[in-house]
């Protein structure tokens, strides 16, 4: 009978590990010149998300403090980099909704770039949405759980140990 591979031992127990002790991935700034266009890979409670900037409300963060939150996580990455001076169609500020009070209409918090850097300029209601006024749209990032890598890395080493006991028995 063939024995088993050291290096898939060796790869299942690397996966258990990786699985267990996987950085997060840092929020990605995309810009063109001091434009931001999209911010890649934030968390936002634990979530991650690929936000953009543009005139379609999104409530995703549906309470005044929820958006709060999700403002102040985009602002923290802003404030960041230096370089990030305008969001969208070259707009100053920015609102994540909370609400719609009616078509093009937005309820939320109002992130304001002021001297370079990016401010929280309060919670508004009916903000008028549109190219000159942008609001943050999110989308939710599907991203493996490092405990389920570390489950499958586990899995693989104890089909290996299987494998090899049934063969030490022939």
């Not at 309060?122 to 890598?149: M, R, S, Y």
Request: net charge neutral.
């Amino acid at each position: 009978m063939k024995r088993v591979n050291r290096s898939h031992m060796l790869l299942a127990a690397v996966m258990g590990w990786s699985g267990m002790t996987m950085p997060a991935v840092a929020a990605t700034i995309v810009q063109s010149g001091t434009n931001v266009t999209e911010i890649d890979n934030i968390v936002i409670l634990g979530n991650t998300y690929n936000v953009t900037f543009g005139t379609t409300v999104d409530t995703t963060f549906n309470s005044s403090s929820l958006a709060t939150t999700a403002a102040d996580a985009l602002r923290a990455v802003l404030n960041g980099d230096p370089t990030a001076l305008t969001v969208g169609p070259t707009d100053f500020s920015f609102f994540v909704c909370s609400a719609s009070s009616g078509p093009g209409s937005c309820d939320g918090d109002l992130a304001r770039e002021q001297a370079g850097s990016w401010i929280n300029a309060g919670i508004f209601t009916g903000h008028t949405v549109n190219v000159d006024n942008p609001v943050a749209k999110f989308a939710l990032v599907g991203t493996p759980e490092p405990a389920a890598v570390g489950l499958a890395g586990f899995g693989l080493a104890l089909l290996c140990l299987a494998k090899k006991r049934r063969a030490g028995r022939s």
